[in-house]
């Protein structure tokens, strides 16, 4: 069964910002795939959508849980923790996240990578005890410049806690929804096809 995940920071106070890009992706991907409403899950203080997908290329469906953490960023792992039961949980595991590293528009899917510094993924690597899971990094940087590398904490802080304008949002929508079809292609094929084939 896949766990994805969308993160962010729960809130209308940042609802829209770009740090809460994992969630706003994760939200089209749902959409897409016609999935149940989200219900919060008190156990895992979370954002929970129980279904299946399907695919032409696989015989029948397979089974995923969409997962919004409502703790704050740094604290993601908390609720990815109580699913975890096994040692092959992490090869399911996607993680769906803003980047600094990466300009707007653009995205990555890759494996098995350190966090880069991004909070959220540093709790999650803490909470499962391995980085070998699938994450999906989507560019907030305002520019090819790495701006995390060369700017202070409070210039860093301010980037990724902006609004997206609506003309950002409208763009962000049409790349949530090629990454949806990259997931799909993921959970139902397999995460090579997806890294190599799914980019931008």
Do not use: C
């Amino acid at each position: 069964m896949f766990v994805l995940v969308g993160l962010g920071n729960p809130g209308a106070e940042y609802e829209h910002t770009r740090h809460n890009t994992g969630a706003m992706v994760l939200e089209v991907f749902r959409k897409a795939e016609e999935l149940p409403e989200w219900i919060f899950d008190e156990k895992l203080n979370a954002l929970v959508s129980r279904g299946s997908i399907s695919s032409l290329k696989v015989k029948g469906q397979k089974s995923i849980v969409l997962l919004k953490p409502q703790t704050f960023m740094n604290k993601s792992g908390l609720s990815i923790a109580k699913l975890a039961r096994n040692k092959k949980f992490a090869e399911q595991l996607v993680i769906i996240h803003d980047d600094l590293d990466i300009p707007f528009g653009s995205y990555k899917i890759s494996f098995n990578k350190s966090s880069g510094g991004h909070k959220g993924v540093e709790s999650i690597i803490r909470a499962v005890k391995t980085k070998a899971f699938t994450r999906v990094r989507v560019g907030i940087a305002s520019s090819a410049s790495a701006i995390k590398k060369s700017q202070d904490d409070k210039t860093v802080e301010k980037q990724i806690l902006s609004r997206f304008t609506d003309d950002q949002l409208a763009t962000l929508k049409k790349l949530a929804k090629q990454i949806s079809e990259g997931l799909v292609v993921l959970i139902t094929e397999s995460r090579e096809k997806a890294m190599s084939q799914y980019h931008k």
